[in-house]
C-alpha cells in the first residue's frame, strides 16, 4: 500500500433483460423489494449491453463515475448502497505481477473511479439502469475479489435499480420477490440459459430514445399508492402467471408464451392508467405496432410474434422462429419505413442477417415491398419508429480481459 503509482482496472460487460412478466411497485423503496415476482429475457450483449471498467489506487482522492463521457455524482443513495456492500464483502487481492497486494481491511480507504458506457438509448425505456447497475456490482464484485456467487450479488444489485438482479445471468431469469423484511431472499436465478430456446428472435422497435416524461421510480410509487389493479394484479393475478410462464419456457411452449407475454405488458400499462395521476407510456405508434402483431397472429390461428412493452413506448418484438422474424421484418419495414434521407444500415441495427434473409438490400427495396395482407389499408408511416434493433436471447455478464476495450486509462485511471 506504500507504493501509490499504481492502478489496478477490472472491464466488465453485463446484458441489459426485458421482462416478460412485469416488476411493477416496490413493497419497500429503500431494499427495492417488489410486490411481486417476474421473469425477464436477457437480450444478447453483442446488440444491447453496458460495458463498465472499475479501477482503484492508493492516488484516487475520491469515488468518482463517468456514464457515456460525463462525470456523474455518486453520492445518490443507491450507488452508495452498492458500493457499501460490495465493500463489506471485499477480499485480499494480490496482483504478483505489478506488485499489488490489497488487504481486506485496505478496501474502506482506498477510492474508485468507474467509466460506465451503454451501447443503446438510457432512460428510455430499455433498461439502461438494469444493465448499468448489474455491471457495476458484477465489476466491483471481480475488483475486490468478492466470493459471493451471482445469486447472492443480484441481491447486491437490486439495491441500485430492480431489474438489474436480473441481468446477472443469460437465458430467461425469474426474480424472486421474496419474504425476509431484510430483502436477502429477494434475488434472482437463472430458469434456463440461452441455448435452451436459441430459435427465438427479438426485434426491438425504437419508437422514441428521448428520457421518458415519469420515471419508472415515481411511476411505480404512484401506482402503489392509487391503483386498486396495482394490488389485484401482485395478489392475485402475477402468482399464477409465473407458473404459467415457467411451464411455458420449460416446454419452449410457444403459443402460451406469447399469449402470457401480451397479456402482463397489456395489464402492466392498465396499471399506469389506473394510476393516479395518470401515466402514458405507450403512444400512438405503440398501439399501432400491437395492432400489426394481433392482426397477423390472428390471421395465422396462433401466435407466430409476442409483443412486451416496459416503462416506454418502444416495442419488444419476440418471434418463435427465423422464418417468422423475417416475415415480422417485411411487415414493419412496410408498416413504418426509414425517412426519406435514412440510411437501411442505421435503420436495421444489431443482427443485420434478418435483412437479407428479408430480401433487403437498400431502401428500394423497402419501398417495393407489398402491404401485409392482414391488415386491410394498411398505412405507412414514415419516420413514427426512429429504427430497429434485431436480437436474440443472450449470455450473462463477462470479464473483458482485452485491455483496449477498457474505459479507463490503465496509468491514471481517468476516462480514454
Not at 39 to 59: E, F, Q, Y
Not at 117 to 146: D, E, I, Q
Not at 203 to 209: D, E, F, G, K, M
Not at 255 to 262: D, E, K, P, R
Amino acid at each position: 500500500m506504500a507504493e501509490k503509482t499504481w492502478v489496478r482496472m477490472v472491464t466488465a460487460q453485463t446484458p441489459t433483460n426485458i421482462a416478460v412478466i412485469k416488476y411493477w411497485g416496490k413493497r419497500d423503496e429503500t431494499l427495492i423489494l417488489p410486490v411481486n415476482d417476474s421473469i425477464s429475457v436477457t437480450l444478447d450483449p453483442a446488440h444491447l449491453c453496458t460495458t463498465t471498467t472499475v479501477a482503484v489506487s492508493p492516488s484516487f482522492d475520491q469515488d468518482r463515475m463517468w456514464l457515456n463521457g460525463k462525470e456523474i455524482s455518486l453520492s445518490g443513495g443507491r450507488y452508495q448502497n452498492c458500493l457499501r456492500e460490495i465493500r463489506a464483502r471485499a477480499c485480499e487481492v494480490e496482483d504478483k505481477e505489478k506488485g499489488i497486494k490489497i488487504a481486506k481491511k485496505d478496501w474502506e480507504k482506498l477510492h474508485l473511479h468507474v467509466a460506465s458506457y451503454n451501447n443503446f438509448p438510457t432512460a428510455a425505456g430499455l433498461a439502461s439502469s438494469a444493465a448499468g447497475f448489474a455491471c457495476l456490482v458484477f465489476a466491483l464484485a471481480k475488483l475486490m475479489n468478492a466470493k459471493e456467487d451471482n445469486s447472492e450479488l443480484s441481491a447486491i444489485a437490486r439495491q441500485g435499480s430492480g431489474s438489474a438482479c436480473r441481468s446477472l445471468f443469460g437465458g430467461f431469469v425469474k426474480w424472486i420477490m421474496g419474504k425476509a423484511e431484510d430483502g436477502s431472499d429477494s434475488l434472482a436465478v437463472q430458469l434456463v440459459d440461452e441455448k435452451h430456446w436459441d430459435e427465438l428472435v427479438i426485434i426491438i422497435a425504437v419508437v422514441s430514445s428521448r428520457q421518458k416524461e415519469t420515471s419508472s421510480t415515481t411511476g411505480m410509487r404512484d401506482s402503489v399508492e392509487t391503483s386498486l389493479l396495482l394490488q389485484h394484479r401482485a395478489k392475485e393475478v402475477v402468482p399464477k402467471r409465473i407458473k404459467q410462464m415457467e411451464e411455458a419456457i420449460k416446454n419452449r411452449d410457444f403459443g402460451s408464451f406469447a399469449q402470457l407475454s401480451c397479456a402482463d405488458s397489456n395489464q402492466f400499462h392498465a396499471v399506469c392508467l389506473d394510476t393516479c395521476p395518470t401515466i402514458f407510456y405507450m403512444n400512438d405508434t405503440s398501439h399501432r405496432i400491437i395492432s400489426c402483431v394481433e392482426k397477423w397472429n390472428c390471421s395465422e390461428g396462433m401466435p407466430q410474434v409476442a409483443y412486451t412493452f416496459d416503462a416506454g413506448p418502444n416495442a419488444v418484438l419476440i418471434a418463435h422462429d427465423r422464418n417468422a422474424a423475417t416475415q415480422l421484418m417485411q411487415k414493419l419495414l412496410f408498416c413504418f419505413p426509414p425517412s426519406s434521407d435514412a440510411d437501411l444500415n442505421s435503420y436495421v441495427i444489431g443482427d443485420k442477417s434478418i435483412l437479407k434473409d428479408a430480401g433487403i438490400e437498400d431502401i428500394k427495396d423497402v419501398e417495393a415491398l407489398p402491404p401485409p395482407p392482414e391488415i386491410k389499408d394498411a398505412q405507412r408511416c414514415k419516420g413514427d419508429v426512429s429504427y430497429f434493433i434485431c436480437t436474440k436471447p443472450g449470455r450473462g455478464p463477462a470479464l473483458l480481459s482485452d485491455e483496449s476495450q477498457a474505459l479507463l486509462h490503465p496509468e491514471t485511471g481517468l476516462p480514454k
